[in-house]
């Protein structure tokens, strides 16, 4: 089984500075990872992935996160926040385990981002 | 090209009274997820399916819930005898493959359920 902590269930930043939004994750196996983000009364769109590629995955809107496996961790970064970027943001895992290899994710608990002018 | 089309997109019902949720996938995905939003907490798995198939409902409770993706539609999530606590958004995804735990899914805007 696995799961995933985001720690701080919310973040506050000024436009313009970093923001860092935390993600662990505890899989037996190796895990994909996702980020995601859900603007108000909307769906969620995919913000980046990681799939045992390169460890530093780069996602739109200047969004990256690089994969720690030694720390268990996948924290979704951005140099310069813009206001634009207030929305809630969920890290996902899945894998290929059990013969059930599909789009089975299990999610965080989410982190809401707010951006002050 | 269309997304994820959820319908409706708000439903209010009473305690006892079913509810029903149309999910029609992206054109060319044929498999489908339901995840349910309670409030203040991150998406929760219910159930996958194929074209006629339920793959896998290990999320879906016991009772008063049901899913389907006939050959021909949309899929739907069903909830009989609706309570205060199946309150919730839900949301469907679809991918075009099911291959791998690497598929990216694409959600819908999700459908928010109020039960008074």
């Known amino acids: 089984a696995q799961s995933v902590t985001q720690l701080g269930s919310h973040v506050s930043v000024s436009e313009g500075a970093l923001v860092l939004l935390r993600c662990n994750y505890s899989?037996?196996?190796?895990?994909?990872l996702f980020w995601y983000v859900q603007y108000p009364n909307q769906g969620l769109q995919l913000l980046l992935k990681?799939?045992?590629?390169?460890?530093l995955v780069k996602g739109i809107n200047g969004f990256e996160a690089e994969f720690k496996k030694s720390e268990t961790s996948f924290h979704l970064t951005k140099p310069s926040a813009h206001m634009s970027d207030a929305a809630e943001y969920f890290c996902?895992?899945?894998?290929?385990?059990?013969?059930?290899?599909?789009?089975?994710?299990?999610f965080g608990q989410g982190t809401i981002l707010t951006v002050h002018p | 090209n269309a997304g994820v089309m959820q319908n409706p997109r708000h439903l209010v019902r009473r305690r006892g009274q079913e509810a029903r949720l149309r999910c029609s996938p992206m054109?060319?995905?044929?498999?489908v997820y339901w995840y349910r939003q309670l409030p203040e907490e991150g998406l929760k798995f219910m159930v996958y399916?194929?074209?006629?198939?339920?793959?896998?409902e290990s999320g879906m409770p016991k009772e008063r819930f049901s899913a389907e993706f006939p050959k021909e539609g949309p899929s739907i999530l069903r909830i009989q005898q609706v309570v205060r606590g199946d309150s919730a958004a839900y949301f469907c995804?679809?991918?075009?493959?099911?291959?791998?735990?690497?598929?990216?899914?694409?959600f819908g805007a999700g459908s928010r359920l109020t039960v008074l």
């Open positions: 995804a679809s991918s075009r493959t099911g291959g791998s735990g690497a598929n990216v899914l694409t």
């Open positions: 054109k060319g995905h044929s498999h």
């Open positions: 990681y799939t045992s590629a390169a460890t």
């Open positions: 996902a895992v899945s894998t290929n385990a059990g013969g059930t290899s599909y789009g089975k994710l299990t």
């Open positions: 899989s037996s196996v190796p895990p994909y």
């Open positions: 399916l194929q074209k006629e198939n339920i793959i896998d």
